[in-house]
């Protein structure tokens, strides 16, 4: 059966309340269509009124981050329970930004994973390797190892319903978009060893998406290929232009 597509945005640190308002109204007629699932990962301030102003639409509001706790004494923290009761569905897990400036590592990501899991929140669980990394030709090991932890204890039928989301960090912002082999290539390796962890059909029902750079002009390309169901899209998805994305045929 052919995997839906999952387009998503990560607003990253932009957007007020009352721009995020302005900005899904705009992009609402935009991204209306049946082909894809469209979602919207937005600050958490930007939850609510994000939620109030995308209903009725086909735009799921996602958050960009969450803690692994139930609750308690983590002044600043957002707990699943906070996002599960307003009804968000997609929290994006580890992107490489909370990695590099939050001191994420593999281990906390894992601990998200199986606490989104636990409140049936589905994890954008992200994954890339530095410029260094891909010079020194250590791309795959690297990514290989970022999945086996995030996966840990990680159930088949949970897996199935991940998302992963591959951005090489010297393609995020950078306006560097990976080529089309490059993101293939990496993505058919990980769901190699999405297969080499659990078995087959979880490898062909987990959804994985490039993320790095994507832009109406490359996002068919990328898009059209046979292990990338997607992308997570981070300047584009503050512009008219996500449109495009989200329709990219
Ligand atoms: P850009 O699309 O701005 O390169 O950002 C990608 C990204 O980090 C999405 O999570």
């Not at 932009?14 to 302005?22: G, H, I, K, L």
């Not at 569905?89 to 400036?101: D, L, M, N, P």
């Not at 769901?191 to 994507?214: L, M």
Request: aromatic share 8%; net charge negative; hydrophobic share 45%.
């Amino acid at each position: 059966m052919a995997r839906r597509k999952i387009i998503a945005g990560n607003w990253k640190m932009n957007m007020t309340p009352s721009e995020a308002v302005e900005l899904i109204n705009t992009l609402k007629p935009l991204v209306a269509t049946e082909d894809a699932d469209v979602v919207f990962c937005v600050p958490a301030i930007d939850i609510i009124p994000a939620m109030e102003a995308a209903k009725g639409s086909n735009i799921n509001i996602g958050a960009e981050n969450m803690y692994f706790e139930e609750k308690g004494a983590y002044t600043g923290e957002i707990s699943p329970a906070m996002l599960t009761d307003v009804g968000v569905k997609y929290v994006i897990i580890g992107h490489s930004e909370r990695r590099e400036y939050f001191a994420e590592t593999d281990e906390t990501v894992n601990k998200k994973v199986l606490k989104a899991f636990e409140h049936g929140i589905t994890p954008i669980i992200c994954c890339g390797e530095s410029l260094t990394q891909r010079e020194q030709g250590v791309t795959i090991d690297w990514i290989r190892q970022q999945i086996k932890i995030a996966f840990l204890n990680v159930t088949a039928d949970q897996a199935k319903t991940a998302v992963i989301a591959y951005e090489p960090i010297w393609a995020i912002g950078t306006g560097k978009v990976a080529t089309t082999e490059q993101a293939q290539e990496v993505c058919a390796a990980i769901r190699a060893c999405i297969k080499e962890i659990y078995d087959e059909a979880t490898a062909e029902a987990i959804r994985i998406q490039y993320g790095g750079s994507v832009s109406a002009a490359s996002a068919p390309e990328l898009f059209a290929q046979p292990d990338i169901d997607g992308g997570l899209v981070g300047g584009a998805a503050l512009k008219p232009d996500f449109g495009k994305i989200v329709n990219y045929k």
